[in-house]
């Protein structure tokens, strides 16, 4: 199952998702150690693989530390749901190939601890628990194409 | 339909005669800039794709910035790998301990910005150089890998916002001022995605280094760049600050270019501002929030750590004596060196100042002035987030170097107006 660790706030920023005292690494284990950490201390506790983290608008926000995509997967969440997303975090993660999610409405369907399952090509997002099936916008073609490839540098490498 | 400054620069940079808000495009790079906290990845992920190259080793501006010195053996092993790889590529402008500065108060003063030109860093405050009527923007690791070894990058082009500084500014009130108070009306996502363009009286009026804390706060509201039209005074600071190249191209937006949004300021009626925690929105006068008691004072950093800064605080520090730890960080050598020899640091070891090498240090919490658990501390940098400065319970309140100053005297948030 994957289950929804929900964060009912706007903004929740770069220093929150990975704090800067930890910067001096970008060991995707280490991070992830501290992913969240200054939001939720207990969030990487009761992460397990495959879950998902669900925030308001401006997720992301702030730095431009791809670290903050990094530590997030290197806790094995496997996606992020969101309102809006904050451009410089966005941009990191399809260039990682970590595929986000953005939808107004998912947030409002999804309780902390639901089971979630997500259909990436179709672009809806089915919580299991209460039934609700929300559709979103699947991102758009290049940035599939740039997570389809590996991530940006498998993809440029192939025109290089 | 005419073309804003953003949309010229980056139809030039992909070779195309127009471009539309949303259209993506190819763009070529003339500076990618470098620090310490992304690159080593960058350059890890070169080395482990097979493609450890660079497009062009005299385009490259390489500085540690962040950590430097060293505060710790991890940031000691980061600085190894990015001088490692700097001297493996014989980047030409790669500035060592010593000549290394806060990377967006260096680059401008030491001649890497030109006007029309498309630059990118691996720092969200790389938007900075956008006062130079230029495009800049901030990208992550992987981003900066690609421009690298490549020298281009996709791009959406932002569609673009106005924003009308009518009026002049009363004394004691400063730019970053003028973009908090932008900020606190437009929120931290007002601009997401868009170019903030910045036009009118109160902005021709300011120095390059006061228009560059405006530029320096566009990713604050959310933008992908902020620029500003090229005018005398960007002319009197390029003739003074490039060195080689000293050729480039003007662009203007056309009278018909389209804006997603205007917004017109009347800058004469702003008053000092700070923006309380935990946002850079929060940003309210002085008025509303004078006498809230502080423990440490922040004088520095990429928004706010140029000379001119150094000159406010001076002025109002002078023959006075701090109530609360205060921090002088002057962001470069050059600045550093300037701020002696003009005696500032007479008048900040005075008035019981500590004055730090050039580092980004405390303002990402990182070291050289973190903060402990309930400590609030004025700062005139850029961010207020949870923890930014320290620990998760800590405060930031951000504000003008004056404010700062006015503050650090009395221990608690003050108007700097009755100190001018």
């Not at chain 1, 992301?60 to 969440?77: D, F, L, N, T």
């Amino acid at each position: 199952m994957s289950r929804a660790h929900v964060y009912n706030r706007d903004h929740i920023n770069t220093d929150e998702i990975i704090p800067a005292r930890y910067l001096n690494t970008d060991d995707e284990q280490e991070l992830a150690k501290h992913c969240l950490e200054d939001l939720d201390e207990g969030f990487v506790d009761k992460v397990a693989e495959g879950d998902i983290i669900v925030g308001g608008e401006d997720f992301g926000c702030g730095s431009s530390r791809e670290h903050a995509v990094w530590a997030i997967r290197g806790a094995k969440v496997q996606t992020v749901i969101a309102r809006t997303f904050a451009r410089i975090f966005y941009r990191n993660a399809i260039n990682c190939g970590f595929y986000l999610i953005e939808s107004p409405e998912a947030p409002d369907h999804i309780n902390d601890g639901d089971d979630i399952e997500i259909n990436y090509e179709a672009g809806y997002v089915m919580n299991k628990t209460t039934g609700a099936e929300i559709k979103f916008n699947p991102l758009p073609d290049f940035a599939v194409e740039i997570i389809n490839d590996g991530g940006l540098l498998e993809h440029v490498k192939k025109s290089m | 339909m005419g073309m804003t400054i953003t949309e010229k620069i980056l139809a030039k940079a992909a070779n195309k005669k127009t471009v539309r808000p949303g259209e993506l495009i190819d763009a070529k790079i003339d500076v990618v800039m470098c620090h310490d906290v992304t690159t080593p990845a960058a350059i890890s992920m070169l080395v482990e794709k097979g493609i450890d190259k660079v497009f062009d080793k005299d385009k490259i501006v390489v500085t540690p910035d962040h950590f430097q010195p060293a505060k710790d053996v991890k940031s000691a092993e980061l600085h190894r790998r990015l001088d490692r790889w700097a001297r493996r590529h014989q980047i030409t402008h790669y500035y060592e301990l010593g000549r290394a500065g806060v990377c967006h108060a260096l680059l401008p003063e030491q001649g890497h910005i030109r006007p029309g030109e498309v630059i990118v860093g691996g720092d969200s405050h790389t938007c900075t150089y956008g006062a130079f009527a230029a495009f800049s923007t901030g990208i992550g690791s992987t981003d900066l890998a690609a421009a690298i070894a490549t020298g281009k990058l996709w791009f959406k082009v932002p569609a673009s916002m106005k924003l009308v500084l009518n009026g002049s500014l009363a004394p004691g009130v400063y730019s970053k001022d003028v973009i908090l108070a932008i900020i606190a009306r437009i929120g931290t996502d007002g601009a997401l995605y868009q170019a903030m363009e910045f036009v009118g009286l109160a902005l021709s009026e300011m120095s390059m280094e006061a228009r560059m804390t405006m530029t320096n706060m566009a990713i604050e509201a959310g933008a992908k760049n902020g620029i500003m039209a090229f005018d005398d005074t960007t002319k009197r600071y390029l003739d003074e600050h490039l060195k080689d190249e000293k050729e480039y191209t003007v662009y203007e937006s056309d009278a018909d270019a389209a804006y997603v949004r205007v917004e017109e300021f009347d800058c004469s009626a702003f008053e000092p501002m700070v923006a309380l925690p935990h946002l850079p929105s929060g940003g309210v006068p002085i008025g509303d929030c004078a006498g809230e008691a502080m423990d440490q004072a922040y004088i520095g950093s990429c928004t706010n750590g140029r000379i001119e800064d150094l000159r406010i605080a001076a002025k109002i520090l002078k023959g006075k004596k701090v109530a609360i730890r205060t921090i002088v960080v002057p962001a470069t050598p050059t600045i550093w060196k300037q701020a002696m020899d003009e005696g500032l640091f007479d008048i900040f070891y005075d008035a019981g100042c500590v004055i730090s090498a050039p580092t980004c240090g405390a303002c990402l919490g990182g070291f050289m002035g973190v903060l402990a658990e309930g400590e609030k501390c004025v700062s005139t940098t850029n961010r207020n987030f949870v923890g930014r400065m320290g620990h998760p319970k800590s405060e930031v309140y951000l504000a003008s170097p004056a404010t700062a100053a006015a503050s650090a005297i009395q221990g608690k948030l003050t108007d700097p107006r009755g100190y001018i």
